[in-house]
């Protein structure tokens, strides 16, 4: 009778049980994206001037990569490399197009995203910002058809009201101060609307990147900041935190933090003359000096990686997709081509330091390191006109690539162009030339008209 009892009790109490269940197993992928920000413009990475605690925070819980590198100095190829975890130069997307995403062009079709990966394993998938990475208006090239159920895109480069949002395709206004701290409102709905299914989030910031625009009363806090583009910098830095702040507060308050893994970094270095800060670094954005392509890189998955770890093993962008599906148990068929590696064994202490070489090619330009070496064609920016250069540098002790080694290490030099030559074998020509219009969108606000 007793045990009958409990049974009738247990099968009462299912229902209550069901909804109690725990979260599922697969983790969270939240990517956050920053928009050319400086190597050294957040606390992680030695900033004095700007605090930036939640940025900070997750190095703090995780990992922190000083050799953490993008696979291009500018936006568009940079987010196509990082989305398919492949080289873009493997499929012509080397550039930034001359039109942006007003172009009839786009991230090829043929090309799986890293939200095309995960909507396939179940995961529901969303793209908070910035995109990039093709005209929206073309139905082909929007978030929307990369894989992505929900797509809150935020055209152009205006960071100021009135702001407006393309949700899925349909416009809306925001009222928010400023288009960082919508997308944190954005993305923590997001968060709090899915406790109980995994999730792969990709929000990709506006700021540092021109125009430097804040609200009102922003760079008060700076006022001692007497470069009137640091300040304003620096304000739109610490908005760009508060924005994490929000998004980290919703992890947390909903149970998901320690079920999240939280990858941070710039989609490129900080532009020459911008007021940002790639000290101690040399080189700018667009160029494939150090400057140009190594991030403030920081990664947080709380109870599996170790917290406050350093690590100075160069990785680069395309790691993140086959970590982040290993981290999701997906296996990754043969012919994927990704080339990127796992960097979770290496992390968690089951295997050494992944042993390769990473690649670079932007133009003219190019690169290659190997260990501490690295061989290097890149443009001197601030020369005039800009002029390309060739040098080779151990980056151990020249972080700064100041001594050319070339004359001394003649051997290593050719070595190291015999391995580029044989990587770039297998890439592509550029399906179209470089352009100086970065990112303005097909809602970008026109200039005003002199006279």
Not at 21 to 34: C, E, M, Q, V
Request: charged content about 20%.
């Amino acid at each position: 009778m007793k045990h009958k009892l409990l049974t009738l009790l247990l099968a009462a109490a299912s229902p209550a049980l069901h909804a109690a269940d725990p979260a599922p197993s697969k983790p969270n992928i939240l990517y956050l994206l920053a928009d050319d920000l400086g190597f050294a413009d957040v606390g992680f990475q030695g900033c004095q001037d700007v605090p930036t605690p939640n940025l900070d925070s997750i190095a703090k819980n995780g990992v922190r990569f000083t050799s953490g590198y993008v696979s291009a100095p500018v936006c568009s190829p940079s987010r196509a490399g990082l989305l398919t975890g492949r080289y873009q130069t493997r499929f012509g997307h080397e550039f930034n197009h001359p039109l942006a995403d007003r172009a009839p062009v786009g991230l090829p079709v043929d090309q799986k995203t890293t939200a095309n990966w995960f909507k396939e394993a179940g995961y529901a998938t969303a793209h908070i910002g910035k995109w990039h990475l093709g005209n929206p208006k073309i139905p082909e090239f929007a978030a929307n058809a990369r894989g992505f159920d929900l797509d809150v895109l935020m055209p152009g480069q205006n960071k100021l009201p009135p702001l407006i949002v393309w949700r899925n395709g349909r416009n809306e206004k925001a009222d928010d101060s400023y288009v960082d701290l919508a997308m944190g409102r954005e993305a923590a709905a997001y968060i709090n609307a899915h406790k109980t299914t995994p999730w792969y989030l990709y929000v990709a910031y506006l700021t540092p990147h021109v125009p430097l625009q804040t609200p009102p009363g922003s760079e008060e806090p700076f006022a001692a900041i007497t470069d009137a583009k640091r300040r304003k910098i620096a304000a739109m830095i610490s908005l760009l935190d508060q924005s994490v702040g929000r998004i980290l507060k919703a992890l947390r308050d909903s149970d998901q933090e320690e079920r999240t893994l939280i990858v941070f970094h710039s989609d490129n270095g900080a532009p020459f003359g911008s007021g940002s800060n790639n000290t101690p670094l040399r080189g700018y954005k667009s160029t494939l000096r150090e400057g140009g392509i190594r991030m403030p890189f920081a990664m947080q998955w709380k109870g599996t990686l170790p917290a406050g770890r350093v690590v100075d093993t160069p990785i680069i962008s395309l790691d993140i997709l086959p970590t982040a599906l290993a981290a999701a148990n997906v296996t990754v068929p043969a012919d994927a081509q990704l080339d990127g590696v796992n960097l979770l064994p290496y992390l968690t202490g089951k295997s050494e330091a992944p042993r390769r070489n990473l690649f670079w090619r932007y133009g003219e330009q190019y690169a290659v390191r190997q260990g501490d070496w690295k061989l290097v064609k890149t443009m001197e920016q601030v020369a005039k006109p800009p002029v390309c250069t060739t040098g080779l540098y151990n980056l151990a002790t020249d972080l700064t690539e100041t001594h050319d080694l070339s004359a001394e290490h003649p051997d290593k030099v050719k070595a190291l162009q015999q391995l580029w030559d044989a990587w770039n074998a297998k890439n592509v020509p550029p399906l179209w030339g470089g352009g100086t219009e970065d990112d303005a969108g097909p809602s970008a606000p026109k200039k005003p008209k002199k006279g």
